[in-house]
């Protein structure tokens, strides 16, 4: 059974700093692409970023590119996400979600419980 | 960006009604690369449809996906109690991925 389960989260500052975890079990990790979507309290769903299987690409949503950043640890079985210069409007539910689709196109099959992130002073 | 449009933003409905939920593109989506997903209050989105109109695996014949190009439709059958949920689609055909802004099916 898939099995995505996220950690890191809580509160920070304006302009702070935290590592979001995602632990993945259940299938072989590195063989997937994995996403990080947000959903602020009582708002729909954000797409934020996503590493390839390898870790050699990785893709951000404009409105944290610069400050975020995805990584992923294959020998692990864990994908990262360090979110800096923090700002109220980060402040989210953060989801991992495993990519599954073909040809460059993908969906989202499997997602953790989700990891709430508060910006605030 | 696709912009994704869901409507209505609320159906109120009764079990054993059938629901039909829209979404609309603001521009075509390629080879019906759209999802769809549930998500229940304090719960994670689950994956319902791919591909327009293919259930996910374990997802019941009663949810069905249609449409292509900009317009597209999650039906319903016949609602059960642990239907009444948010739902959203997705489109997954161009960079960067967007969804809808959800639509509700409450119990009326």
């Known amino acids: 059974e898939v099995q995505l389960l996220e950690s890191g989260g809580g509160l920070a500052q304006p302009g702070g700093s935290l590592r979001l975890s995602c632990a993945a079990s259940g299938f072989t990790f590195g063989s997937y692409a994995m996403t990080w979507v947000r959903q602020a309290p009582g708002k729909g769903l954000e797409w934020v970023s996503t590493i390839s299987g390898s870790g050699g690409s990785t893709y951000y949503a404009d409105s944290v590119k610069g400050r975020f950043t995805i990584s992923r640890d294959n020998s692990k079985n864990t994908l990262y996400l360090q979110v800096s210069s923090l700002r109220a409007e980060d402040t989210a539910t953060y989801y991992c979600a495993k990519d599954w689709g073909s040809y460059g196109h993908y969906y989202f099959d499997c997602w953790g419980q989700g990891i709430l992130v508060t910006v605030s002073s | 960006d696709i912009v994704l449009t869901q409507s209505p933003g609320t159906l109120s409905l009764s079990p054993g009604e059938r629901a039909t939920l829209s979404c609309r593109a603001s521009q075509s989506v390629s080879s019906s690369y759209l999802a769809w997903y549930q998500q229940k209050p304090g719960q994670a989105p689950r994956l319902l449809i791919y591909?327009?109109?293919n259930r996910a695996t374990g997802i019941p014949d009663r949810f069905s996906g249609s449409g292509s190009g900009t317009d597209f439709t999650l039906t319903i059958s016949r609602l059960e109690p642990e239907d009444f949920a948010v739902y959203y689609c997705?489109?997954?055909?161009?960079?960067?991925?967007?969804f809808g802004q959800g639509t509700k099916v409450e119990i009326k």
């Open positions: 997705q489109q997954y055909g161009s960079s960067p991925r967007t």
């Open positions: 591909g327009a109109s």
